[in-house]
């Protein structure tokens, strides 16, 4: 890695799967600022306005604002290493961590590393659904220990729910974070990270000693790909007899006699379809993301391939 003469700071952006880290990251992109580099685990989740991106090789983006978009990919250290060694240096680092896994264990390189400081961690909760998450039985172990160092709690999707709601939700956090600072957003009022900032500029938290962190074990992830395109009158069926084990499902795909492309997106049986902003999606690619008992991809598979076209592959 480069010598550095100045440390660079390091935000880390955590929250259950379905919190809205991809909108947060995605609207950080489009806040300019500083020359950021943005290194997130789904490359392909983060959809920028097209009139920002000034080159696109698949693995980084590179934007018109001096910001970069990189997919950590199979390596997080190779992707920090490149960053790092970047011609021009960078002024600001954020990293996007698993929607199931414990953002400290990312903020500890930033401690680690001499050319880095840890400004602070983000965790987001979503409003609606953070103080049933965390005591439920599958994944409520999970989602206590995203919330164990973090310095500011973004809670999301405020406008969906009602003042009671929004109550119980922060009552939740503090509970597990007495006096964490907690920031009320919807998505179109998300904050940047300067306004985020507050006089003791970096992280409270100090290193502990390394320890092994397998979130394999708790978890479970799947593709699901296909040619060809969903019936739009089969889908809700299709969603409807998924396992309960299933957290998450994502990405895009193809309807039947339509022409733009959808975006699909479900969180624990809520879901959507909404259009895509790159207009040559083509065929249908979902990834997942469920509980340790989740069935294995066939059986999942099967039950999306209800909701195919006639004709389409299976």
């Known amino acids: 890695?480069?010598?550095?003469?100045?440390?660079?700071?390091?935000?880390?952006?955590?929250?259950?799967?379905?919190?809205?880290?991809?909108?947060?990251?995605?609207?950080?992109?489009?806040?300019?600022?500083?020359?950021?580099?943005?290194?997130?685990?789904?490359?392909?989740?983060?959809?920028?306005?097209?009139?920002?991106?000034?080159?696109?090789?698949?693995?980084?983006?590179?934007?018109?604002?001096?910001?970069?978009?990189?997919?950590i990919g199979t390596s997080f250290i190779e992707t920090?290493?490149?960053?790092?060694?970047?011609?021009?240096p960078?002024?600001?680092?954020?990293?996007?961590?698993?929607?199931v896994g414990d953002p400290w264990k990312i903020a500890e390189i930033a401690l680690i590393e001499p050319t880095l400081r840890l400004d602070r961690v983000i965790v987001l909760a979503d409003a609606s659904r953070i103080a049933a998450l965390i005591d439920d039985a599958r994944v409520g172990a999970t989602v206590r220990s995203q919330f164990e160092r973090c310095d500011?709690?973004?809670?999301?999707?405020?406008?969906?729910?009602?003042?009671?709601?929004?109550?119980?939700?922060?009552?939740?956090?503090?509970?597990?974070?007495?006096?964490?600072?907690?920031?009320?957003?919807?998505?179109?009022?998300?904050?940047?990270?300067?306004?985020?900032?507050?006089?003791?500029?970096?992280?409270?938290?100090?290193?502990?000693?390394?320890?092994?962190?397998?979130?394999?074990?708790?978890?479970?992830?799947?593709a699901y790909r296909r040619d060809g395109a969903f019936d739009r009158a089969r889908i809700a069926g299709a969603v409807a007899a998924l396992p309960p084990e299933l957290l998450r499902l994502k990405g895009s795909c193809r309807l039947d006699g339509e022409?733009?492309?959808?975006?699909?997106?479900?969180?624990?049986?809520?879901?959507?379809?909404?259009?895509?902003d790159q207009p040559d999606t083509t065929g249908i690619v979902l990834v997942g993301v469920g509980t340790a008992d989740l069935p294995e991809p066939a059986v999942i598979d099967a039950i999306l391939d209800r909701a195919l076209a006639a004709g389409a592959a299976a």
């Open 1 to 71: 890695m480069r010598t550095a003469t100045a440390t660079i700071p390091v935000t880390v952006i955590g929250g259950f799967l379905g919190a809205g880290k991809t909108t947060f990251v995605n609207h950080l992109l489009a806040a300019g600022g500083p020359r950021t580099a943005v290194l997130v685990n789904d490359f392909g989740e983060i959809n920028v306005d097209a009139t920002l991106i000034q080159d696109h090789d698949g693995t980084t983006m590179t934007l018109t604002n001096g910001c970069i978009c990189c997919s």
């Open 80 to 88: 920090m290493c490149q960053v790092l060694d970047a011609e021009v």
């Open 90 to 99: 960078f002024e600001r680092i954020v990293i996007e961590a698993s929607g």
């Open 152 to 222: 500011v709690v973004l809670l999301t999707k405020t406008d969906l729910v009602d003042a009671a709601a929004r109550d119980a939700a922060r009552a939740a956090v503090f509970a597990l974070r007495p006096g964490v600072r907690i920031v009320e957003t919807t998505r179109d009022s998300l904050p940047t990270l300067a306004a985020l900032e507050t006089p003791a500029q970096a992280s409270a938290f100090r290193a502990d000693s390394p320890a092994a962190s397998d979130h394999g074990a708790a978890f479970r992830s799947f």
């Open 259 to 276: 022409e733009s492309p959808q975006v699909f997106q479900m969180v624990e049986g809520v879901w959507s379809l909404v259009p895509a």
